[in-house]
């Protein structure tokens, strides 16, 4: 936790390296200082196949899945530099957002959640 899931047209990567535009993910989350190094993942996922309004258009959107319990203020500084460091990378795609999204403690679950030697209910056990 959290994750970041790339979603862009494949245009996109004639322009930034798969690891450049992951990267700059990865360094804007870390940054804000919300979450440990080791728990951000990032992930990206190009179309070849769209539609954005009635003309095709390049896009880049991120959607952000974070456990709950950070402010709608810390949430918003997150989408904003996020948005602001790939705006940096790519100034000519008009398409380029992000949205964050909280995960329900109570109804989240992972591996470690049920191994049976986890009594605490810690999330990292065993990594």
Do not use: W
């Not at 494949?10 to 390296?17: A, E, F, H, S, V």
């Not at 904003?80 to 109570?106: H, P």
């Amino acid at each position: 936790m959290p994750h970041f899931i790339i979603e862009c047209s494949q245009n996109i990567l004639q322009q930034r390296t798969p690891e450049d535009i992951i990267n700059v993910v990865y360094e804007a989350a870390d940054a804000t200082g919300l979450f440990a190094p080791n728990d951000i993942k990032v992930r990206l996922k190009p179309y070849e196949h769209y539609r954005l309004g009635d003309q095709k258009e390049d896009f880049l959107h991120v959607f952000g899945y974070i456990m709950e319990g950070r402010s709608t203020e810390q949430k918003a500084e997150l989408s904003k530099q996020i948005c602001t460091q790939l705006t940096g990378l790519f100034a000519d795609i008009s398409f380029l957002s992000v949205n964050i999204n909280d995960f329900e403690k109570a109804t989240y679950c992972n591996k470690a959640l049920i191994n049976p030697e986890n009594k605490d209910n810690n999330r990292h056990f065993g990594l």
